[in-house]
């Protein structure tokens, strides 16, 4: 029986046309899944420069940018983005004031405090926060949160601010709560166990060395909720109202850009109107402050990264 040494058995074993031609197909095969996101990514910012050009052939771009009034389907149409800007963004504010403390708080006494069965109880119902449709959290801030906060400030109107950013809130804690967790979980024992050599409480070592050495992976997740709270749909077109509101009130109805799109695609405008049209400039302005979330966390990310 012949006798091969390693190499001479590869050799032999790449021979086979069978072998060969899978070799040579797999990455192609693999270079087509990736161009898939690829394509569709390019795909869709065509579609929404495209659309958005259009409109602007139709409404002054300062009018849009400048202007502070919104009524897309009044007689005499408005087109201010200002007022669907302050309506996310207020939705936002609220969420990310609400959603860190709780978020970061979850996160360290998970990775610092918790015993592995309290841990193993807490993060499948961090899940399941993360898995619950966003249309039930929309009627739970509906339908309770906001009944509540009214029995608090009857001055409140039924469509406000407040419930549904404390209910979006809510549904990013998970985000915040899991990815600060794995960054301070990263952290390695080694510091942890010279703070308390030096004769750190557990808080100070918190506060002191595991906090500053994860900072930039918590800074991400922040970053990342932010544009997650930018995007919510369905939460804010129940419970928030469709009144475009520039004011600073959070006891007001008001409509943010996620809305905005709703009302529109859900058969309120015919097509080819400006109306229509003014979805994709919508839609633009929400990717373009997306887009720039995704940069910021990136750059937090490689700025801050401390490496063990």
């Given at each position: 029986?012949?006798?091969?040494?390693?190499?001479?058995?590869?050799?032999?074993?790449?021979?086979?046309?069978?072998?060969?031609?899978?070799?040579?197909?797999?990455?192609?095969?693999?270079?087509?899944?990736?161009?898939v996101s690829v394509l569709t990514t390019?795909?869709?910012?065509?579609?929404?420069?495209?659309?958005?050009?259009?409109?602007?052939?139709?409404?002054?771009?300062?009018?849009?940018?400048?202007?502070?009034?919104?009524?897309?389907?009044?007689?005499?149409?408005?087109?201010?983005?200002?007022?669907?800007?302050?309506?996310?963004?207020?939705?936002?504010?609220?969420?990310?004031?609400?959603?860190?403390?709780?978020?970061?708080?979850?996160?360290?006494?998970?990775?610092?405090?918790?015993?592995?069965?309290?841990?193993?109880?807490?993060?499948?119902?961090?899940?399941?926060?993360?898995?619950?449709?966003?249309?039930?959290?929309?009627?739970?801030?509906?339908?309770?949160?906001?009944p509540l906060i009214r029995g608090i400030w009857p001055?409140?109107?039924?469509?406000?601010?407040?419930?549904?950013?404390?209910?979006?809130?809510?549904?990013?804690?998970?985000?915040?709560?899991?990815?600060?967790?794995?960054?301070?979980?990263?952290?390695?024992?080694?510091?942890?166990?010279?703070?308390?050599?030096?004769?750190?409480?557990?808080?100070?070592?918190?506060?002191?060395?595991?906090?500053?050495?994860?900072?930039?992976?918590?800074?991400?997740?922040?970053?990342?909720?932010?544009?997650?709270?930018?995007?919510?749909?369905?939460?804010?077109?129940?419970?928030?109202?469709?009144?475009?509101?520039?004011?600073?009130?959070?006891?007001?109805?008001?409509?943010?850009?996620?809305?905005?799109?709703?009302?529109?695609?859900?058969?309120?405008?015919?097509?080819?109107?400006?109306?229509?049209?003014?979805?994709?400039?919508?839609?633009?302005?929400?990717?373009?402050?997306?887009?720039?979330?995704?940069?910021?966390?990136?750059?937090?990310?490689?700025?801050?990264?401390?490496?063990?």
């Open positions: 029986m012949s006798e091969y040494n390693i190499r001479e058995m590869i050799d032999k074993k790449k021979g086979k046309s069978g072998n060969a031609a899978i070799e040579k197909a797999v990455p192609i095969i693999l270079l087509i899944i990736t161009l390019i795909g869709i910012l065509v579609t929404l420069l495209t659309e958005t050009v259009m409109f602007f052939t139709r409404v002054s771009p300062i009018e849009f940018l400048t202007s502070t009034e919104w009524s897309a389907f009044s007689s005499d149409p408005q087109w201010g983005i200002f007022a669907l800007i302050m309506g996310t963004l207020k939705i936002t504010a609220i969420a990310i004031v609400f959603a860190v403390p709780v978020g970061l708080g979850a996160a360290i006494y998970l990775s610092e405090y918790a015993s592995d069965r309290i841990r193993r109880l807490v993060k499948p119902v961090l899940e399941i926060l993360a898995g619950i449709p966003t249309v039930v959290y929309g009627f739970f801030a509906l339908t309770f949160v906001t001055e409140v109107n039924l469509f406000n601010a407040i419930s549904p950013g404390l209910v979006v809130g809510v549904m990013i804690i998970p985000m915040i709560a899991s990815l600060s967790e794995d960054a301070m979980s990263a952290v390695p024992n080694s510091m942890r166990e010279g703070a308390l050599g030096l004769g750190s409480t557990r808080l100070e070592m918190v506060l002191k060395v595991v906090l500053p050495a994860a900072v930039s992976g918590i800074m991400a997740s922040i970053v990342l909720a932010v544009s997650r709270a930018i995007g919510e749909t369905m939460i804010v077109s129940i419970a928030a109202g469709s009144t475009p509101n520039g004011s600073l009130n959070l006891m007001e109805s008001l409509q943010t850009m996620t809305g905005f799109i709703v009302q529109v695609a859900s058969g309120d405008a015919t097509y080819g109107t400006d109306t229509y049209f003014s979805l994709y400039a919508v839609g633009m302005t929400l990717f373009v402050f997306t887009l720039l979330m995704n940069i910021i966390a990136q750059w937090f990310s490689r700025k801050f990264r401390e490496e063990y």
